[in-house]
């Protein structure tokens, strides 16, 4: 089995032509055609909620596609927007709920909102992306969780932005040499002690990113020197997306975006 770090670098050492192969593979082609031939004809929350294919592939490209099941808490992120301080996509610290908000805004922009190219190919784009990084980890799983973790990572501006989702946890543990049961400690001793080891602010520099994720696919490497098969996954089995219990989905929908 390819090692994280040879995998890691396989694809982003061209990841136009990665990415590229995605679209063309037809499970991807058929839900990105399907996608964009009727996204246009949404025009409220009630009919991209009554629409079920649409909505998993837009959940599916922003990594939600574990709380598609979820449509109650879908509809109250979508109902609340962006522009509201006190909107649940504002309050949850988790950034991809607030990304889907924006994309999808109808509270602002109404039935305008699906004409915009951020719903369209954006979306397609992000789409593209959550499959190579599925596909990736049916080689290695640490080579998806750090592809994952270079796009998602220099959007989280606290510790507890870390904490909230268990992909970017279970890189950031392991580059840091913490043990996975520091997860049953406190919030406030896990920002704690991520905090004490690593500036976040450090991930949203490219060369130091970089850096990082070497250390992570170094020790991950270390770990599984003698796996014969992938790992099993840390994120659910939708595609790209990540597992947030209802624990901490509950802990964190009070406490701000950033904070």
Partial sequence: MLTAAAAYQSISRDL???LDSVAKSPAVARETNYYLENIGKVKSID???ANKRLLRYALTAHGLSDVAYAGALIRKVLEG???NDDSLANKLVDQRYREFAKTFNFVRYAGATTAFDATQSGTVEMYKRQVLEQNTGTVNEGARLALYFSRQAPKVTSALGLLADRALLTVTQTALGL??????LSLEAQQKLISDKLDVADLKD???L???LKRFMARYDADNATTTSSAVSIMNSGLGSVAISSELLAA?????RGT
């Fill in 81 to 83: 927007g962006t522009d």
């Fill in 206 to 208: 490219g060369a130091k």
């Fill in 47 to 49: 009919d991209f909620m």
């Fill in 179 to 184: 043990a996975p049961s520091t997860s049953n």
């Fill in 16 to 18: 136009t032509r990665s």
């Fill in 210 to 212: 970089e850096k990082f």
């Fill in 252 to 256: 964190l929908q009070n406490i701000r």
